[in-house]
C-alpha cells in the first residue's frame, strides 16, 4: 500500500467519521470495482486509496467513511467477485462434487482476468490488518469452513473417512496448495486443480 493514504483516525473520531448517508449500491459497486482493478494492476504494497477514488468518482472521505481501512476495502472487493449464493449441490450428490462446489467459485474469480494478482492482493491485506483478517475469515467460516465440516462429519458417519477427522486440517488441504501457487510461486491454478484437492483430501483422511 502506497503513503498517499489519509491516516485513519481512531476511538470516537473514526466513529464519526463513518456515520453519514447511507451508501448508495452503485456508488459501493464503483468503488469495489476500482478497488479491484487497483490490486490487479498494483497489487497490494502499490495499492492506492487515491487512484481508487479518482478512479470511482468518490472522495477518500466517503471511502474511509465506509470501510475501516485500505485493506478492508481490499479483501471487500476481492470478495465482491464471487458470487453470492453458489448454485446448491444436491445432498446425495458425490460428496467430491459437494466439496469442489465449496472451493470452485473462489478459483473461478483467481483465474478469470487478471485475478489471481488481485486475490493475492486481498490475501496480503487480510494478514497486514487483522480486521480485514476478521473479514476474510468470516467470509472463510462462513462459506468454505462450516459446510464442509457438515460434509466430512457425514462421510465420518459413512464410515467413508476415519472419524477422527480434522476440520483445521481438511482446510489446511484444501487451501493450503492455492495460497502457496498464489502468493509463494505466484503460478497459475489449472482448472483441474480443484478435483485434485478434493481428491487428495479424501485420500488423506481415509480410514487406515
Request: proline letters at 5%; a neutral charge.
Amino acid at each position: 500500500m502506497s503513503d498517499d493514504e489519509i491516516p485513519v483516525p481512531g476511538g470516537e473520531e473514526a466513529e464519526k467519521r463513518r456515520v453519514g448517508p447511507r451508501r448508495s449500491e452503485a456508488s459501493t459497486n464503483a468503488v469495489l470495482v476500482a478497488a479491484y482493478t487497483e490490486l490487479s494492476e498494483h497489487g497490494w504494497r502499490g495499492f492506492s486509496v487515491d487512484r481508487v477514488a479518482k478512479n470511482a468518482k468518490a472522495s477518500k472521505q466517503t471511502i474511509y467513511r465506509w470501510w475501516k481501512s485500505a485493506a478492508c476495502l481490499a479483501v471487500d472487493a476481492a470478495l465482491a467477485t464471487l458470487a453470492e449464493k453458489p448454485a446448491p449441490v444436491a445432498a446425495n450428490a458425490d460428496v467430491r462434487d459437494r466439496i469442489t462446489a465449496l472451493i470452485e467459485p473462489m478459483l473461478v474469480a483467481v483465474r478469470t482476468g487478471d485475478g489471481a494478482h488481485a486475490w493475492r492482493g486481498a490475501l496480503l491485506a487480510a494478514a497486514d490488518d487483522s480486521e480485514a483478517g476478521e473479514t476474510f475469515r468470516g467470509w472463510f467460516s462462513e462459506s468454505v469452513k462450516v459446510p464442509l465440516r457438515h460434509i466430512l462429519a457425514e462421510q465420518a458417519l459413512k464410515g467413508v473417512i476415519r472419524r477422527d477427522w480434522d476440520i483445521d486440517l481438511a482446510t489446511e488441504l484444501l487451501f493450503g496448495p492455492i495460497w502457496h501457487r498464489l502468493i509463494a510461486m505466484r503460478g497459475p491454478v489449472p482448472e483441474s486443480y480443484s478435483r485434485r484437492l478434493v481428491e487428495s483430501v479424501l485420500k488423506a483422511l481415509s480410514p487406515a
